[in-house]
Every structure is written in C-alpha cells, then in structure tokens.
C-alpha cells in the first residue's frame, strides 16, 4: 500500500465512502470492513492504528445500541454502525500508509488545488494523532486529580466538559503557534512552489482506478 500513489489512495477514500453509501446489506458492508482490514494487514501497519480501529468498533456498538433503542431495529441498527465503520477504516488505511508530504503534493501538483488549501488539509490530517495524544494525556491527569465520571449518559457527557475545555485550548494555543511560525518562515510569499516528493500515477495505479470506477458502476446499475 505504501508504494500506491497518493491520488490512488485519496480516489480510494471517496469512492469507498460512496460504496458505503450505497451498500444497504449487512453482509455486504462486512464484505467492505474485512477488505479494508486486510489491505491494513498487508500494510503492516502499526500497533496504533489497530488499538485506534479496536476503540472504532466499540464506538460503533454504542452506536448501534442507541440506535436500536431508538427505532427498535436490529438491522437498521447493524446497517448505521456498519456504514460508520467502513467510512471511517478508509481514514486509517490513508494516513496509515501515506505520508502528508506527498499528499500535500498530490493534492497541488495532480488535482491543481492551491498550495494554502492542501496544507491545511494536510495539516489538520496530521495533527490528529497528536490531538488523540493530548486527549488521553488530559484524562490521565484529571483522573489523577479525582476525575471519575459517573451517572447517567447525559451526567457522563457533562463531566467530559472536563477532558474537552483543556483540550479546546491546548488545540487554539498550538494553532496560534503555527500560524506564528508559518508567518515568521514567510508562508505564502512565494506563489510558485516545486515539491521533490515523486507522486506521478504507475500502470497499477491506473488499473486500481480503473477497477475502482467500474465497481462503482456495477453499484449503481444494480441499485436503477
């Protein structure tokens, strides 16, 4: 997966999201999870990504829980979950496997996106392993101080104010200091930029795409 060009890889998140869109069987969304999580495999991706798709899942069945709670529907409760899973998984198998230079260069060089808009995407896609970090680091020392939420869902979730206010503005310190240190470095001043970073398409690139364009195609004539 690290040798696939970042373009494939980005064609690979939207086109897997409008499969999740369309897909309204519950076998077949698990047919979508499981190859995701074998192109993770065959990624050899780190221990990280799987603890970060362990805590999707466990998401996905609260999820799922409030949803048969709500419309007293297993199925349709399996179908939401499922659709969150397989949009989300695509997330990790792009920043698992690819680097933000390169998609920061695919995203100028091949889909002429102006430089300012790709680094922020890129920028922000970065930040969050970071922002995952301080979230567990924030927990850990509220517990420290006595922090134990309690209660019902809503008292929880009123509780966690605690977690999110310190993290809010840890997130707007660090955004002030890079918009400080991108001003300082000049950023925008130059309007033409080269990047040294090799994103050009292979012939395997072009048959993902292919193969990809015509699945979707199949969906959609079986769907009218």
């Known amino acids: 997966m690290q040798t696939i060009a970042p373009i494939t890889k980005l064609a690979l998140t939207v086109f897997v999201t409008i499969w999740a869109m369309v897909l309204q069987s519950l076998p077949a969304l698990a047919a979508l999870i499981i190859c995701q999580l074998l192109l993770l495999v065959i990624a050899k ?42 949009m989300t998984l695509v997330f990790f198998i792009l ?61 929880r979730f009123f509780s966690y104010m605690a977690v999110i206010k310190p993290l809010v503005l840890k997130a707007v310190t660090r955004s002030e200091t890079m918009a400080l240190s991108l001003e300082l470095r000049g950023f925008g001043s130059r309007k033409k930029r080269s990047f040294g970073n090799q994103v050009t398409l292979a012939p395997r690139d072009y048959a993902l795409l292919f193969s990809m364009v015509l699945f979707t195609s199949y969906l959609f004539i079986q769907i009218s």
Do not use: W
């Open 95 to 155: 920043l698992a496997t690819t680097r933000m230079q390169d998609l920061s260069a695919a995203l100028v060089l091949q889909c002429h996106i102006p430089y300012e808009y790709a680094f922020m995407l890129t920028a922000a896609l970065r930040f969050i392993p970071d922002f995952l970090a301080e979230s567990k680091a924030i927990q850990e020392a509220q517990a420290c101080r006595g922090y134990s939420p309690q209660g019902n869902l809503f008292q």
């Open 45 to 86: 991706v780190g221990i990280t990504i799987y603890k970060g798709i362990a805590s999707l899942f466990v998401f996905a069945a609260v999820l799922a829980g409030m949803q048969y709670v709500l419309n007293h529907d297993i199925m349709l409760a399996g179908i939401t979950a499922g659709k969150m899973i397989a």
